[in-house]
């Protein structure tokens, strides 16, 4: 079955700087790719998504590159603010189910 | 429109217990599906129920098993409670469609076996 691995596994930064957190898979079928944000106490909320045939995505101070060949995707978040603290989750699914493999998670602080 | 609502939040249950988890689905979404997540892990998938119908299931021993109702509600149900079964499990809803869509995902309920 599909493997995702997900490193750093913690990442600090200050606060306007950039981050980025890379997550690789296993199985080449996959076709979604999202990214999710679950802060303390709460369920994971998706903040951005890519699907297979799309490289990249953007969305504000948020954005996703999708390298297919090496079977790896990453989160960049630009312009870090303290409210960015948060566990972050990639994950891929194949197919319409919606069946995710989640990584393990990198826990992101943003210094003020 | 209400979001992925699930009860209860916390509870705390003995070796060899059942226990029924309940999950009331985002409006207007046909698919529930349901999660466990260990401290420090990722979610993990344990089954998908779509027009109440199970339609997929992970690696896990068939003591879980889930029902969804007509309103698209569901519950998650465990037998035999092994201490190994504390963890956050997660509802999330969906839209069931040709293409991979968006999981809502519900607070959680954090089941802790003694």
Partial sequence: GENVEQHPSTLSVQEGDSAVIKCTYSDSA?????????????????????????????????????????????????????????????????????????GKGITLSVRP | ETGVTQSPTHLIKTRGQQVTLRCSSQSGHNTVSWYQQALGQGPQFIFQYYREEENGRGNFPPRFSGLQFPNYSSELNVNALELDDSALYLCASSLLSGTPGELFFGEGSRLTVL
């Fill in chain 1, 30 to 102: 996959s076709n979604y790719f999202p990214w999710y944000k679950q802060e303390l106490g709460k369920g994971p909320q998706l903040i951005i998504d890519i699907r297979s045939n799309v490289g990249e995505k953007k969305d504000q101070r948020i954005a996703v590159t999708l390298n297919k060949t090496a079977k790896h995707f990453s989160l960049h978040i630009t312009e870090t603010q303290p409210e960015d603290s948060a566990v972050y989750f990639c994950a891929a699914s194949i197919g319409a189910n919606s069946k995710l493999t989640f």
